[in-house]
Nanobody, 125 residues
């Protein structure tokens, strides 16, 4: 059974930082591309960042480029999202997602088979 468990969410003032983690089990982590998506109240889920299996390729939504950094530790089966200079519009539930084995990093949510339960990030102005 594949399990993705996010942690690190919380409340922060605008301009602050948070680091999200997503621990994976039940899959061969190093064979899967990983991504972060988010969903704000009343809005559709949107792509945030993705990282290739080796960690060599990373892609970001324009709205977070230069502020967020995605990384992974294949030895720990964990993907991270470092979020700096947070803005109130970053408030959302953040989800990590994994492709099937040998999947490629992509912004398309439909290409990810496995999803975590989400962690809430709230940024106050």
């Amino acid at each position: 059974q594949v399990l993705l468990v996010e942690s690190g969410g919380g409340w922060v003032q605008a301009g602050g930082s948070l680091r999200l983690s997503c621990a994976a089990s039940g899959l061969t982590f190093s064979r899967c591309a990983m991504a972060w998506f988010r969903q704000a109240p009343g809005k559709e889920r949107e792509f945030v960042a993705t990282i290739s299996r080796s960690g060599g390729d990373k892609y970001y939504a324009d709205s977070v480029k230069g502020r967020f950094t995605i990384s992974r530790d294949n030895a720990k089966n964990t993907v991270y999202l470092q979020m700096n200079s947070l803005k109130p519009e970053d408030t959302a539930v953040y989800y990590c997602a994994a492709t099937p084995p040998f999947g490629t990093a992509t912004t398309a949510s439909g290409r990810y088979d496995y999803w975590g339960q989400g962690t809430q990030v709230t940024v106050s102005s």
